[in-house]
Each structure stands twice: as C-alpha cells, then as structure tokens.
C-alpha cells in the first residue's frame, strides 16, 4: 500500500468519527430536548391538575355561647354550600372544605379551637374569631407560632387590630362606632351618660371615644365615671347586684342621665339585677355591636321585661345594601335554616368565606401568606352579599351603615301595622359613617388604598336622616322578598 493509500484511509477514518460524533451530538440534543419538553409538559398538567384538584380549607371560628354568633357560622356554611353548586356547573373551579372550629366565648377558648384546626387538620385560612378581644388573643399567639394563618374576621371592631398584620376586619372600627353612638345621643339630646361596661379592650376602647367626643366637641354631653366590672365577674343576677347598685347611686346624682350598657352574655344579668327598680327603668338605655340585636341576652322573662322598659336601643354596622333583594334571599334561605330570624350581619360572614375562596382561585394558590398579600393589596374587590369590600389602611373596613334597633316593649301586630323585625327588636333606620375621602362624590364601587383618607377622619350623615331611615317601617314583601 502505497503512502498516499495509507494518508486517504486516515483521511476517511477522520470524516467517519466526525460524522459519528455529530450524529451522537444531534441525537443526544434531541433526546435532552424530548427530555426537557417531557418534563415542562409534565410539571404543566401535573399544575392544572394541582389547581383543580386542590381544595380550599377554611375554619371557621364562632362562640357556642352567642346566638348571633351562631347565625354567623351559619351564613359560612350556606356560602361554602353555594360555592359547591358553583362548582357543579364550573368543574374545574376549586373544591371547598370548612372546618368547624366552635368553642366557649372566652379567648383562651378561640385559641385553643384556633390551634386544633391549625395543627389535626391543616388549615391555614379562617373566618373569625368573631369578638375583637378573642381576635387580638388568637392573632398574637398566631404571630409567633403559627406566622402562615391568616384571619378575616366579620365583626371584630378593635383598633388595636391595627398592629396584627395577620387579620382584616369585614367591620368598621370602634372609632367609627363611637361616632355612630355619639350622633345619637347627640340626636336624643342626652346631656349625661353613664357607662357600665365589662373591663375589656373593646369596651374600654370604646367608652374612652365617645368621652373623648364628648370632650372634644363641648356640646353639653358629659361622659361620666365608668362602672366596670373584670371580666367574668358577673355569671348569675345576684353577682350583678353591685354594679346595679353602683348605677342606682350615680343616677341619683343625675337625673337626666341615661345609660350605656357595653357588656356580652353577662348582660342578661344587668338586666334582670335591675328588674323592677324604676330608678334603674325611667332611663334610656343604649348598647353598641356586641349587645345589639342579640336574642340571648333577652332570654328570661326580668330581663326582657327590663329590656322593653327602657327600649333598649343599640347600633350594628351592616355594611351595605341592607335593602338588596339578593341580601333578602339570602337572609330568607339562611332563616330557614336556623329555624328562626338570622342577625343581620351574617352577610358578612358569608362575604368572608367567598373573600377567602375568591382570592385563591384569582391567585391560584391556597397559601395563605399569598392570599393576604393580594387581600391588603387590593382595595377593588367584588360587592359582596354586604356592599362593596374595600378596606382602609388599618385593614378594617372603608364605610357602610349602622342598623339602629330597639328592644319592642311589646310585638307588633302584623295585622294592623307592617314592622321590620329581627326576634324581639324593631329595627329603626340605619346611619351612614365614612371617610372624609369618600364623599368626593367620585362613582364606582371603590378606590385604591393610596386614595382612601385616615381612618381617624371620618364624616356621618345625619343620625335618621330621611335618604337613610328607610328601614324603620317596611312591608313583609320589603323584607322578605
């Protein structure tokens, strides 16, 4: 074989192992790619399946001791109910399981409930507690030791929420309904106001306003010197004596004055401490949210009595809409199944639930940390069953009404007179508090958060103005339609 055979068969043996190289090359490149397009496909369906298959679990946390709290948990239920007929007809929408977390009306009680559901079944995202003292005790354990739960609470007022970063309030502030209450003692000419109220930061808070009001506007109403009680204190009428006692005094020293009663369950043994007593009973008395509208607390034959003597007069904030056909409906359904008229305000647990589920299918995720995110960031959320959800920098609500309502000193008979009725208290206009910001007359159903005022300035219509008091006197088609 000659030199230049041997140089040719190099030459050839080279192109050969390129070739081959190049082939190995493409091949490899192909069967990476077919690998790495195997994959993205796979991790995409493996997501869509995720997304339809993953469930929103939500707890619910409401007091066993609290009838209205009780209708509450209700309306969670029927919105987790409609949110599952949604689904039938939407399949691919994300299934929903509630959890109840009931318990005894103390704090440490929504704690202890609070961490069962947190730590046996796994959830993350809860509507409730519903009273701002068992908020505040459940959402700073929660912020040491449980930092991913995230609360949406429907009626929580306290302002001292304002620090938990892990909770939004569907109601207005105690600030708010301080202002509502101090408008109609204003509006009812009371010159002097005596409080008696449990020792608690709610009731503390917001006796403390309204006197600041008082203070501040120096139109002749005086808040006098608390009568309190610790918590606890009060379980029976004979234990309820003192405090009664201590009223009877101080309404000798003002025979003008009337009564601020700021208590819960242990309200029904004020009242019938003071059964009987026309010194205690010649007076007007007035209560705000945790009192307002509340069954239980009427259910001996003293203390109702005592409660249609004075006409027991208190304030809740509803929202708004309280006139909407859907709110009727709904109202209705859930009437029915609790056997007997729901409070008023459980539209804003229904709206709770729907918030929380919303969120996760607009967000595509059940995290609750990234649920929260979205819900502080956003202050155009959807109308919900209680008007429009925007929320102020505090994470309480922006504005809305308060339902005014009294104990009926006796029912109304339906065949001569057309009454709007919740149990045993007549419902009697409804007042209008909002921020400064809002009266702007800009339409459309929010705004964003950088445009919404301070919280702190808040204006309110006349206390039953004619455009607002609507709701003292309907048909039962106006309220049940």
């Known amino acids: 074989m000659t030199d230049c055979d041997n140089s040719l068969n190099r030459k050839l043996r080279a192109e050969k192992l390129r070739y081959r190289s190049l082939l190995i090359g493409v091949v490899g490149s192909g069967a990476v790619l077919a690998i790495v397009i195997g994959l993205a496909v796979g991790l995409t369906v493996r997501r869509c399946n995720e997304s339809k298959d993953e469930t929103v679990r939500i707890g619910i946390l409401f007091s066993t001791d609290d009838e209205s709290a009780e209708g509450m948990k209700e309306a969670a239920m029927l919105a987790a109910d409609d949110i599952r007929a949604h689904r039938e007809k939407v399949p691919s929408a994300a299934d929903i399981q509630v959890y109840k977390g009931e318990y005894d009306g103390s704090p440490d009680g929504a704690l202890q409930s609070f961490r069962r559901l947190y730590d046996q079944h796994g959830v993350r995202l809860f509507v409730g507690p519903d009273a701002s003292a068992h908020v505040a005790r459940v959402t700073e354990w929660a912020t040491l030791n449980a930092p991913d739960a995230v609360f949406i609470s429907p009626r929580a007022t306290s302002e001292q929420l304002a620090n938990a970063t892990n909770v939004i309030r569907l109601s207005m502030s105690d600030h708010a309904l301080a202002l509502a209450l101090y408008l109609k003692l204003q509006n009812d000419n009371v010159s002097v106001i005596i409080p008696v109220h449990t020792e608690d930061s709610y009731s503390i808070a917001l006796v403390q306003k309204i006197r600041d009001m008082a203070d501040g506007m120096m139109d002749g109403l005086t808040v006098s010197t608390s009568i309190s009680y610790a918590p606890g204190t009060i379980t ?125 299918q607009v967000m595509r995720t059940t995290d609750a940390q990234m649920v929260l995110a979205h819900l502080t960031r956003e202050a155009e959320w959807q109308n919900g069953l209680s008007g429009r959800l925007a929320i102020d920098s505090k994470r309480g609500r922006s504005f809305g009404h308060y339902l005014h309502s009294f104990v009926a000193p006796t029912i109304p008979d339906y065949n001569k007179v057309t009454v709007a009725m919740t149990g045993s208290w007549i419902l009697d206009g409804l007042s209008q508090v909002s921020h400064m910001s809002d009266e702007s007359g800009q339409a459309g159903g929010g705004r964003r958060r950088r445009d919404l005022s301070n919280p702190d300035m808040m204006s309110m219509s006349a206390v039953m103005s004619s455009d607002m008091s609507s709701a003292s006197v309907f048909t039962k088609s106006d309220v049940m339609e």
């Not at 205690?280 to 034959?301: F, K, N, Q, V």
Request: charged share 25%; hydrophobic share 35%; aromatic share 8%.
């Open 236 to 360: 029976n009428k004979e234990e309820a004596r003192g405090p009664i006692e201590d009223l009877r005094n101080a309404l000798r020293s003002h025979p003008d004055a009337a009564v601020l009663l700021v208590s819960y369950s242990e309200a029904k043994y004020v009242l019938e401490a003071a059964n009987g007593d026309s010194t205690l009973l010649s007076r007007m008395w007035y209560t705000g949210d945790s009192l307002a509208l509340r069954e239980d607390i009427l259910s001996s034959p003293e203390a109702k009595e005592s409660a249609q003597t004075v006409s027991l007069y208190g304030l809740a904030y509803v929202g708004e809409g309280f006139h909407s056909q859907r709110r009727m409906r709904k109202m209705q359904k859930l009437a029915d199944r609790l056997k007997r008229s729901p409070p008023p305000f459980a539209p804003l647990a229904y709206d709770a639930v729907n918030l929380l589920y919303d969120t996760c």
